[in-house]
């Protein structure tokens, strides 16, 4: 059996996570509606330590090891507000299956991998998958909001990584 790989967000003693494909598919959904805001919220879900990697920042005493997320607050604020306002109910509308929408699984890989935006960050591969229907993606764009939402309350970055 194959695991598939997920990543994780850890917040007040609580932990979301997502199969890594079907963040992807949440993600590049989002990059859809609006690639500005959609940059905000995928920023807002990376480790402070990739996020100065992958912007050519100083790491400081950042390593790969660092599992605080990047944390601005008027950023998550922005994120938060399009998930709540445009990814939930855009997701919520879709009536088809998004896999299906973009052409099953190894097409929406294909498509995802050719990204020539921030995207290309995480690879994902066939077993990454979990759900790919607009009302489930929008339930765990939900979780997201709120563990988002909590970093803001304790003014503190969640703990964010993939295994």
């Not at 997502?18 to 805001?37: E, H, N, P, S, W």
């Not at 990204?115 to 979990?130: C, K």
């Amino acid at each position: 059996m194959v695991r598939s790989r997920a990543i994780f967000f850890e917040y007040n003693d609580e932990e979301i996570h997502f199969d890594l494909g079907t963040f992807a598919l949440c993600m590049y959904y989002a990059v859809q509606l609006d690639i500005v805001k959609a940059k905000k919220l995928f920023d807002a879900t990376l480790s402070e330590w990739t996020y100065r990697v992958d912007y050519d920042l100083p790491e400081g005493n950042l390593t790969s090891d660092n599992q605080e997320a990047h944390f601005v607050v008027s950023e998550i604020q922005e994120a938060i507000a399009f998930i709540k306002d445009d990814l939930i109910p855009a997701l919520n509308n879709e009536k088809q299956d998004l896999l299906n929408q973009y052409g099953g699984i190894s097409n929406f890989i294909n498509l995802h991998d050719s990204t020539t935006t921030f995207l290309r960050f995480y690879g994902i591969f066939e077993n990454d998958f979990s759900e790919s229907d607009g009302e489930s993606l929008a339930h765990y764009m939900g979780l997201l909001k709120t563990a988002l939402q909590h970093s803001i309350y304790v003014n503190q970055p969640n703990i964010v990584y993939v295994k």
